[in-house]
């Protein structure tokens, strides 16, 4: 049973935008804290952002302004918009759900790749 769902991942031109789209369980969505986090090629994986089920947001220190995450609580959604992408972003980016509880709900990643 598919419990965390993403979208919106592609290829995408250096400079442009792109918004995630990551879909999940009224219970989940509603009771725990999501996020997204993302790997790249040789590298482990970190946390992007994240936001708790009141909307609360966090961002690591060294995320530099350029992704905002947000959520649709209507649609049991939560978006990652990155703009002015650069390649270092290239990687797959995961959505999570259950964060702060014992267990976490891992999506099954969407690619982004930003050309130069």
């Known amino acids: 049973q598919v419990q965390v769902m993403e979208s919106g991942g592609g290829l995408v031109q250096a400079g442009g935008s792109l918004r995630l789209s990551c879909t999940t369980s009224e219970r989940i969505f509603s009771t725990t804290g999501m996020g997204w986090f993302r790997q790249a090629p040789g590298k482990s994986r970190e946390l992007v952002a994240s936001i708790g089920p009141s909307g609360g947001t966090n961002y690591p220190d060294f995320m530099e302004g350029r992704f905002t995450i947000s959520r649709d609580t209507a649609k049991t959604t939560v978006y990652l918009q990155i703009d002015n992408l650069e390649p270092e972003d290239t990687a797959i980016y995961y959505c999570?759900?259950?964060?702060?509880?014992?267990?976490?709900?891992w999506g099954q990643g969407t690619q982004v790749t930003v050309s130069t």
């Open positions: 999570a759900g259950g964060l702060g509880t014992p267990k976490q709900f």
